[in-house]
């Protein structure tokens, strides 16, 4: 018995496993603070609990500070957790606390959001 669509399979099957050996990582650390893939700044709210698998920042708050998405399957990775939004939609962690971006950082490795109005931090 000939199955013609084995090599196409084969193939497919590499490459999935290729992409996953390739992924970038949730974050990592450049100029002494954590930053995503692109090089931005990374930020945790005081608001936010460790552990509590919630984002205390929604409405106007996550316009100005977006929430760092997970993938629907994204798995825990080290120090890194998933959480899930209010609106249904996932987001990474750190420590147990929601990762954001701040929408005035403009380049990779600003910071400007850093110690906004005393509740908002890099992390170093």
Known sequence: MKF???????????????????????????????????GMTLYTFDKDVAGSNKSMCNGPCIELWPAVSASADAKPEGDFTVITRDDGSKQWAHKGKPLYTYAADKKAGDATGDNFKGVWHVIK
């Open 4 to 38: 013609p669509y084995l090599p196409v399979l084969a193939f497919s099957f590499a490459a999935a496993l290729t992409s996953l050996a390739q992924a970038e990582p949730v974050a990592k650390m450049a100029g002494g603070m954590l930053v995503n893939a692109s």
